[in-house]
């Protein structure tokens, strides 16, 4: 059986109530956050109401209070790197920060974070807001999917609106009957609280992708590439399926005269081999092997691509590099 509880600090002495509402904090959201308070002074009373229920591997929670500031520092990982947080901002402003991304939600706007990384949140006011937390087994989340992570999306229309509208419906039906009985199976609401995630996300990204900047979309490619050098898979294939672009797009936003993308590839991965020829502590490694760390698959194909670019074979600059190194 669901059951879904409230907790309020408005039963709670003044002087009691930020400490009552950091350990709701902490154990409403199964975490183990590095540190729970409020914004306002220590002597003012702290008005906060928590409810929530667990349906499944699911969290539903309503969060209303003032402002204060919410510090995620994960104790043991391995406990919560395996869920998503959702928050529907309702009324009031919030302001996240993860990975040194920032978010600031506004009413009409959501966001999606990772619960095994770091993250603050704060509100300098009130606010009101609905959180879903969902493992990321049942979501799935892919890679363009994931850059939509810790970024203010909308909740007026379309599929975000769905999402938004899907969250507070099963709050609602839930507070309305105390969480006895269930409103839905658990199955049936993690299969739906997952697909309408995707969905919002692939509707945000579509619509993100329309009006994105070939500046800011060549900056992903050139943050993917360098994320998956040493794979010798990485071709303008897979980055194309990945970013969810079309191969002729990638090439319009990422090719100039002097440069494709085909081939910035192949340089950076010779320019790499060329600074593992210089680290003393690969001396013993051999030129194949060193080359293979960078996604180059066949030795002869490294070495004439090699000696078109820098006009001289792999062995003799290996071998001036270290002949010019000083001595220890």
């Not at 959702?86 to 009409?108: C, K, M, W």
């Not at 099963?170 to 993690?190: D, F, P």
Request: positive net charge; aromatic residues 8%.
């Amino acid at each position: 059986m669901t059951h879904f509880v409230t907790v309020s600090t408005t039963t709670i002495p003044p002087e009691g109530q930020a400490t009552v509402w950091a350990r709701a904090i902490d154990e409403r959201f199964s975490e183990r956050f590095g540190e729970a308070g409020r914004l306002t002074a220590e002597n003012e009373p702290f008005t906060g109401r928590i409810g929530y229920a667990r349906i499944g591997q699911i969290q539903l929670c309503r969060l209303v209070a003032q402002g204060h500031r919410v510090e995620n520092a994960p104790r043991n990982r391995s406990i919560h790197a395996s869920h998503y947080k959702i928050t529907i901002q309702l009324e009031g402003n919030s302001d996240f920060e993860q990975d040194g991304l920032r978010a600031r939600l506004s009413p009409g706007q959501w966001a999606i974070y990772d619960t095994a990384r770091p993250y603050l949140m704060s509100a300098a006011h009130s606010i009101h807001v609905a959180i879903a937390t969902i493992p990321k087994e049942l979501v799935r989340l892919t890679l363009a999917e994931r850059c939509a992570l810790v970024r203010p999306l909308t909740s007026l229309s379309g599929a975000g609106r769905q999402l938004r509208q899907y969250i507070v419906d099963r709050l609602n039906e839930l507070e309305i009957s105390a969480g006895c009985g269930a409103v839905e199976t658990a199955s049936s609401i993690e299969w739906e609280l997952a697909s309408q995630i995707r969905v919002a996300l692939q509707d945000q990204i579509a619509e993100t992708r329309k009006n994105l900047h070939p500046r800011m979309l060549r900056a992903r490619i050139v943050e993917y590439i360098e994320q998956n050098l040493s794979d010798p898979e990485l071709t303008v294939d897979r980055i194309a399926h990945d970013l969810r672009c079309s191969k002729r797009y990638l090439h319009t936003v990422f090719d100039t005269e002097d440069n494709t993308l085909g081939r910035y590839i192949l340089q950076l991965r010779l320019t790499n081999v060329c600074r593992t020829f210089s680290n003393p502590s690969l001396q013993r490694c051999s030129i194949t092997e060193l080359a293979m760390r960078w996604g180059f698959v066949s030795p002869g194909h490294f070495s004439r691509t090699f000696k078109e670019s820098f006009g001289i074979t792999p062995r003799d600059y290996r071998a001036s590099v270290t002949q010019s190194r000083p001595a220890d």
